[in-house]
């Protein structure tokens, strides 16, 4: 690749398909060495500001001038056409999507759900439900086991469906629907046909909860706004698909490639073996290697500013990538290298400032439960076949692995 000149396109789409799950695509560390911030063309055609540093990037996200509104002409998203675009504009924003103090009040209005103290009374839940799928993997005389079936996705899926108040006997219905919704290889009037699906379905839930309330966040949340007489249907579906979407899909990639970087790396997993009080601090080691969500912290400029010696003109997509900035050499020694002991809390895997994820404390929770319950009640776990022969989610827009056989 030629060095490159601020403001020229350079030679190449983004975001590039990872090649293994060990490394940063080259092209990437080749563009950050160039400059934190590069003008690019994103997959689909469009033009875009494509953000390697993570000083830049955290700039950006805690900025107020750039918006996450992806009704705008020039938010970059991968692979859209004009029919998705006018999709967005049709309907409610989630709160992913909305700006100031919009988005501050729809924060502000399921936040508390989301406290330390209210998740860490979920703990002896969660941990049943650890517990009861790795039962069932005990249980089966079948080896080996894919973990992604018996552990990944359905540990998350429960929790979140126990939390908002989803029936799981639906898991494969929302699974089906989210998983074409996030592959970039998804035929536009495929990922169509699958939000539609998803918004009817949780629009008819939202209708039967409306007036059956429970024990469930999205109930309490129907009680509230009719307290405050701002009950608004459209805007409760655009929620739940936000909170139904995010709550299992990232937390169930995490546990998939958490348990493949660990045994790709005995002296690493040893480390929370011999010292459970280390694997929060491993979790986000793991968080900040895979970097699962590339392209979550696209924004688009509300006015002209400079960041990092580069001006971003107004009405100009910005995309943060997530991997790059986790991977910044200037801040993270050595960062190819996965050390649980790092202290790497800082990374923007959950995203910063404003918008910063608010479920980071309860994937924080899943996370530990998960690798401290599976690798003390199996500690003979070991991969059953060879990672490069693993079908891993380079086509998707949340990073992962399809399958992890596993033995003991």
Known sequence: MAEAVVGELADLELPVPRRCPFTQPAEYARLREQGPISKVRLAGGAEAWWVSGYEEGRAILADRRFSSDRRKDNFPIVDSDRAIRERFR??????????????????????????????????????????????????????????????????????????????????????????????????????????????????????????????????????????????????LVSMAFLLLLAGHETTANMISLGVLGLLNRPDQLAVIKADPDKTPMAVEELLRYFSIVEMVTSRVATEDVEIGGVTIKADEGVVISGLSANWDPAIFDDPADLDVERGARHHISFGYGPHQCLGQNLARIELQIVFDTLFRRIPTLRLAAPVDALPFKADANVYGAYEVPVTW
């Open 90 to 235: 049709s309907q409610p924003p989630s709160m992913i999507g909305m700006d100031g103090a919009e988005h501050a009040a729809a924060r502000r209005a399921v936040v508390g759900e989301f406290t330390v103290r209210r998740l860490a009374a979920l703990r002896p839940r969660i941990q049943q439900i650890v517990d009861r799928f790795i039962d069932d993997m005990l249980a089966t005389d079948e080896r080996p086991v894919d973990l992604v079936k018996a552990l990944s996705l359905p540990v998350p899926s429960l929790v979140i469906c126990e939390l908002l108040g989803v029936p799981y006997t639906d898991h494969d219905f929302f699974q089906a629907r989210t998983a074409a919704m996030i592959r970039r290889t998804t035929a536009p009037e495929e990922r169509q046909r699958a939000v539609d699906e998803l918004r009817a379905y949780l629009a008819e839930l939202i209708t039967h909860k409306e007036s059956h309330l429970g024990d469930d966040l999205y109930s309490r949340q129907i009680d509230k706004q009719r307290e405050e007489g701002t009950l608004d249907h459209a805007a």
